[in-house]
């Protein structure tokens, strides 16, 4: 089991960037999978992100190819997702998501989940 604490979201226009961070707890974060989903008012969540456990192999929505980039750092427990060139479409509470195991873009795979952070990005 892994804590996970979401940072960083905000208020943003449109074109501009933002950073999230999530800060997990526990000794074993570098055996975790992370991924980054986000879902937005009356909609189903969505998967964004996901990194497996060395940063070694990635995954992104097509939706946000070229411009989030996901990272970890196994010595702070933490990994980030670095969103450039932000859209309105882009609001979302965006979570992070711990899985023991490989990598995956399945949220239902995911057994650990922060409490999410709103990302507001207007046009």
């Known amino acids: 089991q892994v804590q996970l604490v979401e940072s960083g979201g905000g208020l943003v226009q449109a074109g501009g960037s933002l950073r999230l961070s999530c800060a997990a707890s526990?000794?074993?974060?570098?055996?975790?999978?992370l991924g980054w989903f986000r879902q937005a008012p009356g909609k189903e969540r969505q998967f964004v992100a996901a990194?497996?456990?060395?940063?070694?192999?990635?995954y992104n929505a097509d939706s946000v190819k070229g411009r989030f980039t996901i990272s970890r750092d196994n010595a702070k427990n933490t990994v980030y997702l670095q969103m450039n060139s932000l859209k309105p479409e882009d609001t979302a509470v965006y979570y992070c998501?711990?899985?023991?195991?490989?990598?995956?873009?399945?949220?239902?795979?995911?057994?650990?989940w922060g409490q999410g952070t709103q990302v507001t990005v207007s046009s």
């Open positions: 998501a711990a899985h023991y195991g490989v990598v995956t873009t399945t949220a239902g795979s995911y057994e650990n």
């Open positions: 526990g000794r074993t974060f570098s055996s975790y999978a």
């Open positions: 990194i497996n456990w060395s940063g070694g192999r990635k």
